[in-house]
């Protein structure tokens, strides 16, 4: 006997989503300070009582979204491999190809993933979802040398924080030759 899918479920599983994304905005927006049920709903278009619905707490929304967000990373860092694969180059290209939309078209989005991902410091709660993306880079990524590939995640957090505060978007061409050094093998 086949079941058809629950289209509640469905729904609902859609409206959760609406609800991270206008976490996302409201955070791009006022910063994680202006995330209440309240705001999100309105930015959602959506009664209050929906975000209760859907997350019974503010740490619970707080923590679906650095979720979503870290799954998010998961899929653009493996398609990032995929293309340098692809293209049979080592990847710093493909590395400062992301960086720079990152920080070009995504900047908004980029602001609010770091500012959430800084939130998790003060709130233990949202500790670990914030260690998915560690989780995520480590599982994604091969590496023979721990203290190497810390220093290139380290980098390229580096990278993106300087990379928000600095007036001029950085091209390319300049971070290329920085991120293939960090990703230079390392000496035996």
């Not at 927006?29 to 019974?56: L, N």
Request: glycine letters at 6%; proline letters at 5%.
């Amino acid at each position: 006997m086949i079941t058809q899918p629950d289209g509640r479920k469905a729904r609902g599983d859609r409206r959760r989503q609406e609800l991270i994304e206008a976490t996302l905005r409201v955070i791009e927006r006022d910063g994680v300070a202006g995330v209440t049920h309240r705001t999100v709903a309105k930015e959602a278009g959506v009664p209050t009582t929906s975000t209760t619905y859907h997350f019974s707490s503010l740490e619970d929304l707080l923590t679906a979204t650095l979720t979503q967000c870290a799954s998010g990373f998961s899929t653009a860092v493996r398609d990032l491999v995929e293309r340098a694969r692809i293209r049979g180059s080592q990847g710093a290209r493909e590395v400062a190809e992301m960086i720079v939309e990152a920080l070009g078209p995504e900047r908004g989005r980029t602001m609010a993933e770091y500012e959430l991902y800084l939130y998790a410091a003060r709130n233990p709660a949202l500790r670990p979802a914030a260690r998915l993306w560690l989780d995520v880079l480590t599982s994604l990524v091969q590496h023979d040398d721990e203290v190497a590939f810390r220093a290139f995640l380290a980098g390229m957090d580096g990278l993106l924080m300087q990379g928000l505060i600095d007036d001029e978007l950085p091209t390319v061409a300049e971070l290329e030759p920085v991120i293939a050094y960090l990703m230079r093998p390392s000496k035996p």
